[in-house]
């Protein structure tokens, strides 16, 4: 497909010259004679690319620059001037340009330039192809913005699709960093009051002293610096979602006040002596167990109760390890995105070391690692020492390379099979399907090497 660039410059022989020698290299060539101008020929047509003087009369490079970006126009802009200088040059890019070039230049640096350009959008469009690819993949192993292959996520995905038709209360409970306000966030966005609006709070990171005016609301004067009439999180939350996040740090005295809004649909701002209806769903979620703190008279055993209609429970990362390669893909693709770079594998060593692992951070500690290694890695492929030194089984591996005592490549890579075989069967918990997966075997090529090392 041929590729449009629109000249913009002010000088006739700049676009005579630039129109002619991208014409020879196949590109189809629009010109300009100012920002303006520029902007007419966008508003008709897609452009590729726009080669854009810096100085121009009627409208300059960056009004035109800022003018495109406004719009949302697509086009790479490359922007071109005779008196730049570094800090000019940052500031376009930091406008939007995709890069600057100083003239007087030589053919080969505008096509160069276009080249990289070209290479850019190029892994864009895989990122996005990619993007649906995941999308339709992930269909029932997904919900919200979590995915799982495993049994347990799925019998949550499917309870939470069910329980999000319906007004109940939920207590969502999991360790740190399971995803906790993921399925929160799911269950609103699939219910009917979706396009209200989605508040959370953690309720330990509030002050003891602000919760109740927090919560509720406040009027104007009813303390010191109460200057006007404040809305409280569930009159923000009306008709919507209310996320408690981290319930069991809850005060006693707040926790009766929590349950008479939960009973009568009623709040009242501190300071004021009328109450206001409000129509909102809780929420509520916890990694401490409830009932505990019920009989250490912690936590009221009313408001559990009430909480506690119907609990979900997020199983730890390391009871579910079978999504691991599944969650792998699935963030390295939202990584990637965010942070415009291209890889997209994770060599059979690498995913051999985060299948070892205990992941006491859960999900979060593994989206973590996984965008440090992202940034580190200088290939296509995330290998082991792009991974923190202290993810489990990294001391082991480096013993497999003290104990191979040899310098036959035969013979070590015979011992190296039966250390990886050994070590994807355990991580695998012995599912010879799944760990044939893991060292990239067919399953008969893993059935005779089993059979070959007596595994």
Not at 43 to 57: A, K, N, T
Not at 97 to 125: H, T
Not at 140 to 151: D, L, P, R
């Amino acid at each position: 497909m041929v590729q449009k660039i629109l000249v913009i410059d002010d000088e006739a022989n700049m676009r005579h010259l630039l129109s002619t020698l991208l014409t020879k290299q196949g590109y189809r060539v629009d010109v300009a004679g100012h920002g303006a101008e520029g902007l007419d020929w966008m508003s008709r047509g897609q452009y590729d690319f726009v080669l854009c003087d810096l100085r121009m009369p009627v409208m300059d490079g960056m009004a035109f620059l800022e003018r495109v970006r406004n719009k949302g126009w697509g086009a790479t802009v490359i922007m071109m001037s005779a008196y730049g200088t570094i800090d000019q040059a940052i500031e376009t890019v930091k406008q939007g340009a995709y890069d600057y070039i100083s003239k007087p230049f030589k053919l080969e640096e505008i096509l160069l330039v276009l080249r990289k350009a070209e290479e850019r959008e190029r892994l864009r469009q895989e990122n996005r192809e990619l993007k649906k690819r995941i999308e339709a993949i992930a269909g029932q192993q997904a919900f919200g913005g979590m995915v799982g292959k495993s049994k347990a996520m799925q019998e949550i995905f499917r309870l939470a699709e069910k329980v999000a038709r319906h007004s109940t209360t939920i207590l969502i409970t999991g360790e740190s960093g399971t995803g906790k306000e993921l399925v929160a966030k799911g269950i609103h966005a699939a219910g009917k009051g979706s396009e209200a609006p989605f508040v959370a709070v953690n309720c330990g990171s509030i002050p003891e002293t602000l919760l109740e005016s927090e919560f509720f609301g406040y009027a104007r004067g009813a303390f010191t610096g109460a200057e006007r009439d404040k809305k409280g999180l569930f009159e923000e939350a009306h008709q919507g979602t209310l996320f408690l996040d981290e319930i069991g740090e809850l005060p006693l005295d707040l926790q009766v006040k929590l349950l008479r809004v939960l009973q009568e649909g009623e709040v009242r701002r501190v300071g004021e002596g009328k109450s206001r209806k409000v129509e909102v769903r809780v929420l509520a979620a916890t990694n401490k167990e409830l009932s505990d703190l019920v009989d250490q008279g912690e936590f009221r055993e009313d408001l559990y109760y009430r909480l506690n209609v119907l609990n979900i429970h997020i199983p730890p990362l390391r009871q579910r390890m079978e999504d691991m390669p599944h969650l792998c893909r699935f963030m390295i693709h939202k990584c990637t995105a965010r942070l415009g770079i291209d890889i997209q594998e994770i060599s059979p060593a690498a995913m051999e070391l985060l299948m070892r692992h205990d992941w006491p951070g859960n999900v979060r500690e593994l989206e973590n690692i996984l965008e440090r290694a992202l940034i580190l890695a200088d290939k296509q492929t995330i290998l082991p020492q792009h991974l923190p030194e202290q993810l489990g089984g990294r001391q082991e591996r480096r013993r497999i390379d003290d104990v191979l005592g040899t310098y036959s490549l035969k013979k070590a890579k015979i011992i190296m099979e039966k250390q990886l075989i050994g070590r994807a069967m355990e991580a695998t918990r012995g599912n010879k399907s799944k760990a044939a997966q893991l060292l990239e075997l067919s399953y008969p090529a893993l059935l005779a090497k089993l059979k070959e090392y007596e595994c």
